[in-house]
């Protein structure tokens, strides 16, 4: 859906709460002890985005109904705000990253959350910064414009935002370019 900018950058409101929240959450209890798992937990909830990102773009927003409509017209149209209400999304990430682990293991929970919600605020930023700012080459995001711009253009290659790590892994990496130059 098309959505105001207080839905769309919600989560620059969302996100810093609920990180100071999950902040609150691992150190209340256990002090500076809850520092290693926590710390350990935010960098495997940061990677465990960027893989849920990448599966989440190329089935979820490319095949499923309702999100494949959603996505197809931010391919046609890149430059509106289409997209999820952000506290839905913010919702969805926390949902999957800390209420499987909370009850057992409530440091790890918060520090993969956080992690989590980390990873989504960079996919947010990344990707609005693809198609509004002015990214010249030199800049630190011109490969990620670049490989965003490509996949707006393909389709069906290069659906990593925050990094294109995932799209070598699983061979979707500018794959029609290449099969372009071998042919
Ligand atoms: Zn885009
Ligand atoms: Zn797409």
């Known amino acids: 859906m098309h959505m105001n900018k207080f839905l769309y950058f ?53 095949h499923a109904p309702w999100l494949s409509e959603l996505h197809e017209r931010h391919h046609e149209a890149p430059r509106d705000l289409i997209g999820a209400p952000s506290f839905l999304s913010c919702g969805v990430v926390i949902a999957w990253s800390y209420l499987p682990f909370f009850a057992f293991a409530p440091v790890f929970a918060a520090g993969f959350a956080s992690g989590a919600l980390i990873g989504y605020a960079a996919y947010m ?20 414009r670049m490989r965003h711009i490509g996949h707006h253009v393909r389709g069906d290659a290069d659906f990593g935002i925050v990094t294109g790590f995932w799209d070598r892994v699983f061979g979707t990496a500018g794959r029609r370019r290449v099969q372009r130059q071998e042919a």
């Open 125 to 144: 930023v990344v990707h609005y910064a693809t198609h509004h700012w002015r990214i010249e080459p030199g800049h630190w995001l011109y490969a990620s």
């Open 10 to 62: 919600g989560d620059f409101l969302v996100v810093p709460a609920a990180l100071a929240v999950f902040a609150y959450l691992a150190f209340a209890a256990q002090g500076g002890a809850a520092g290693p798992v926590y710390s350990s937990a935010l960098c495997a909830g940061f990677i465990a985005w960027t893989l849920a990102e990448y599966w989440i773009h190329r089935v979820l927003y490319h």
